[in-house]
């Protein structure tokens, strides 16, 4: 078998052509290779032999490459939405977090975990309530619910 390195050299223009077509947050030159390595390694285990035949090397990499990319900015996407549906905040009461653009992804995680658990102690019809809550809807009890909430995430911030 053909050495790794010299295989990832043949098909790297498609990564950094990919590159330039998608954007995902976060991911600097270096992840790109490292993705398009890791992609590389999954289609050289799963077709023993392609890298003799550089045709199909190219068209069955770019086409696993680039869905992987889409793939990459589904979640992306996906995780803006669920930001997206949260309740409205007032500017003031969160001013301290507008340094950055968006939340880190480890206070994400953290706070989902929360909310989770949150969600997890309330009542069935609670339960419905907290669900019409991150949807942006409107109820009897939103603004004590509201309350209970803050007072619940308090440490997080």
Known sequence: MMEFKVIYQKVAPIVHRTRKDYYIQLWEQEDWDQE??????QLLESCP????NDGELFRFFKTKF??????ML???????RKLNRQNYEEVSDVA???YVREMAMADQIIL??????YRKQLTLEKQDQFDRLMGGETFRGKKEMLRDLKSYLKDFG
Do not use: F, P, T
Request: net charge positive.
């Open 74 to 80: 589904r979640k992306q996407e996906s995780d803006k």
């Open 49 to 52: 032999g392609i890298e003799h």
């Open 112 to 117: 989902r975990d929360m909310l989770a658990q």
């Open 36 to 41: 398009g390595m890791l992609v590389l390694s």
């Open 96 to 98: 301290h977090k507008l």
């Open 66 to 71: 680039r869905n992987y990319v889409l793939d």
